[in-house]
Structure formats: C-alpha cells, structure tokens
C-alpha cells in the first residue's frame, strides 16, 4: 500500500473535486481510495507515505500522438535546402531520417522521450512509429523501452506505400503481431493499434489490405489525416473527395480510430467524424512549426467531435502543448475568449476517453478503481484555487518541469526529481553515439 498525500489533490473526476488536505491510496497498480491525508492514514496505518508537502496532486497526462522515433533530428543539419512547404519537410528530413535507424536506434529514439515524458508528468503515450528499413520487431523494441521504464502506451507502425509494396507488408504485418501480442499479455502497460501514414503515400490496394488484415483485432487505426494541404490535393485529384471522405470509403474511421491533425476537412468531413466516433488529435506546435494551417477545432468540438490533445513528437510536455493550443486559437479566431473551455476538454476529457478505447481502467483521474498513476506538481498557488478556476491556475501557472514525483501503474518512476529505476546519464549518452552515427548515414 502506497499512499500520496499532504496535498491539494486534483481528482479530475465528473464533479472535478478538490480536496485541500487530500491523499490517494494505491494498492497494487490501482487507486484504492482518495480522501483526507488524515483519514486515510488513520486507515492506512501501515502504507508508506510520500509527502507532497502542500503541492498538488493530480492524474498523469495524456499524450495521443507522439513520435519516438523523432529524437535524433534534434539539433540535425539538413544535407538539402530548407523545405519551403510540407512535403519538403517529408521528403528532406522525416523519410531520410526513418530509413537509416536500426532497432538500436528505435530502442534509444524511444527511450530519451520517455524518460522525458516521466519528468513532464506524461503517464500514457500513443505512439506512432516508422524505420522502414528496421521496421520488423521495432514496435517492440520500444515495447522493451516503455516496458523497463514504466510508461503507459499503445504503439502503432505507420504502413505506408512510399517505400514499396515490400515494406508496406512488413509494415502491416508488424502492426497485426504486436496487437495480437497485446490481446495475447493482457498488459495494463501496453497496448497496439494499427498505424498508417496518411492517405498521399497510401494505395487503394494497401488500404483494403489493412481493413481486411485488422477486421477481428479489435484495434482501430492510428492516421495523419489532411495535415497538410498537399494530402488533400493528392486525395482529390486521385479520388475526387477529402481524405477524412477517403478513409471513411475504406471503412478506417470509427470510435477506435484516431485521425490526427485533420487540418484540411470539410464540413461534410465533420459530419462523418462525428457520425462515426472517431477521435481527432489537435496538435498545435506541430502544425504551427510545418505551417500546414490552423485546424478547425473550435467547429469540430461545437458539432461534437471527440478531440484530443497531442505533440506530435515536438515535446512531451502537455501543459506545454495546453498553453500553446490556448494561444493559437485566441489567435487564430482573433478572440481572445476563444478556446477558454474546449482546450482543457481535449486534455483533461477527451484524452482520457480516448485512452480508455484501449486500456481496461480508467486514466486520467484520480478515483476509486483508476489505474494508479499520480504525478505532485510544485505549484504554489498565488491566489485561491478551486474547482472552477483550477484550468486557468494550469494555464498560467503549471509546466511540465515542475513535476516532482511521477507514478505510473502503482510503481515511482520519479522522486523529488529523481528517476528511480533509469540511469538517464548511460542513455544520454548511448543516444548520442548512437545520433552521430545516424547523421552520418542521414
């Protein structure tokens, strides 16, 4: 028995409680009850107790799309000219980059960012990976890093046609083995849903491939949709309709399927969004750092689209992603009471309905029966907090590095700062050997 406590704790559940002296008890891997550190420890007299000594205790975040495998681009020359468009930005440096790492490469790409989302208080990943040339075994490879680490995911390999029908397989066929894997281990860590690229690199004959492969799983699909302009173009001159319309023909879409980015959809597209379930993952600095455009989010979450907040490999902060998304939209709309609501939604909400499509428990909350994973955030509070005001004290006052204790499935992987079971100096360290060694090849 663990218990957190001392503390003001941040439940996130329906009634959005805060409890001012509050404490979680954690048993096994589950939250056994929240209460009063007093009540609780009368109870539980025999727990070890980590004092939170007045900061908050809150739910670990939730990222719904992410990329590992971007990690050695950080702080990477390009051998070409800057891209000027989106497709550039593919061709230039993610498809040169995928093709040179090895399952070494996927191993340690995978771990710097989990060991980062440990620190930024990210409990739960999805991941979406590519290593054409490494793509057999690689998703568990990271399967082994999130594994020995502790982190929540369900992974995916992107399938795509861009680099042959060969690899397309093997593509395919890596995703249907880890989900089966999955369903096989019953792992409350790790799950696996069935990636695709997106629709610009992706046949008729790959996509009827994937549904008729992936029809029993269970799993739903993991895709880039309309990120940028270039996708939707290709769609219509190739198809004569949207790509969200395209995906939906092939029967990809539904309510355990996520379409990322859906930057350029119609309102018809909305529609079929909403009619079908289907999660869409807004990812803010991503789109903003390619200028693909501004997704329409505020629409899709008034018709009622079930959105997401993600990364997109561009950081495993989510209180980060939070504060950019705020802006964006403010910005974007050019109201600067736009977004107050919808974005906290996204990560506080719909990111935790997204999740709980794959994993057996409740995440993102802090109540009775949930999966145990508890972050304590340094946060002094310079005016009163409360149930109702508690999104604005996370907008202006909370970031990913004021994380000081991460819990994930019952277990501490961080201590007042401290990774407990990583040697994050030998990782680093491996990483760049590793990185020098993928420039050269890029």
């Known amino acids: 028995m663990l218990l957190v406590g001392n503390g003001i704790v941040i439940t996130r ?14 048993e096994d891997n589950l939250i056994k009850e929240v209460g009063t550190t007093k009540e609780l420890r009368e109870k539980f007299k025999e727990a070890e107790f980590i004092d939170a000594d007045k900061k908050l205790i809150m739910p670990g975040l939730i990222n719904p799309h992410m990329h590992f495998y971007s990690t050695f681009a950080r702080g990477m020359f390009l051998k070409d000219p800057p891209p000027a468009n989106f497709k550039e930005i593919l061709e230039r440096l993610w498809w040169r980059l995928d093709k040179v790492l090895t399952l070494e490469d996927v191993y340690y790409s995978a771990m710097v960012p989990i060991i980062d989302c440990i620190k930024n208080g990210t409990t739960t990943v999805f991941d979406h990976h590519a290593s054409p040339k490494a793509a057999q075994g690689s998703l568990f490879k990271i399967a082994e890093a999130t594994g020995l680490a502790g982190l929540r995911s369900c992974l995916c390999y992107e399938v795509s046609d861009r680099d042959g029908e060969e690899i397309a397989d093997i593509g395919i066929r890596e995703n249907i083995d880890f989900i089966n894997y999955c369903k096989h281990e019953k792992d409350p860590l790790i799950k696996g849903m069935f990636g695709l690229h997106a629709s610009l690199t992706l046949s008729d004959k790959t996509l009827d491939k994937c549904r008729r492969l992936n029809d029993g799983t269970g799993a739903g699909f993991h895709v880039h949709t309309a990120e940028g302009v270039e996708d939707l173009i290709d769609c219509r001159n190739k198809y004569g309709m949207g790509v969200v319309e395209r995906l939906n023909s092939w029967q990809l879409l539904g309510e355990k399927s996520i379409a990322v980015h859906c930057v350029h959809i119609c309102d018809k597209e909305v529609e ?50 939070m504060k950019t998304a705020n802006c964006l939209h403010k910005h974007a709309s050019r109201n600067p009471s736009a977004a107050w609501g919808e974005i906290p939604t996204m990560l506080f909400e719909n990111n935790r309905k997204i999740a709980e499509q794959y994993f057996e428990n409740v995440v993102g909350q802090l109540v009775e029966g949930a999966y145990a994973d508890v972050i304590v955030v340094d946060y002094n509070s310079p005016t009163r907090l409360f149930s109702e005001n508690i999104n604005s004290h996370t907008l202006f006052g909370m970031t990913g590095r004021a994380v000081e204790t991460t819990i994930i499935n019952g277990r501490i992987l961080m201590k007042n700062r401290k990774l407990t079971g990583l040697d994050e100096d030998e990782i680093f360290a491996r990483s760049r050997e590793l990185a020098d060694k993928v420039w050269e090849r890029f």
Not at 303 to 312: A, E, F, S, Y
């Open 13 to 26: 559940n329906a009634e959005n409680t805060i409890i001012q002296d509050g404490c979680v008890a954690i």
């Open 272 to 321: 079929i969004l909403k009619d079908t379930g289907t999660s869409v993952v807004h990812n803010p600095e991503s789109n903003m750092g390619n200028a693909v455009g501004v997704s329409p989010v505020l629409e899709m979450f008034e018709k009622g689209v079930i959105l997401g907040l993600g990364t997109d490999g561009y950081t495993s902060d989510m209180f980060e992603s």
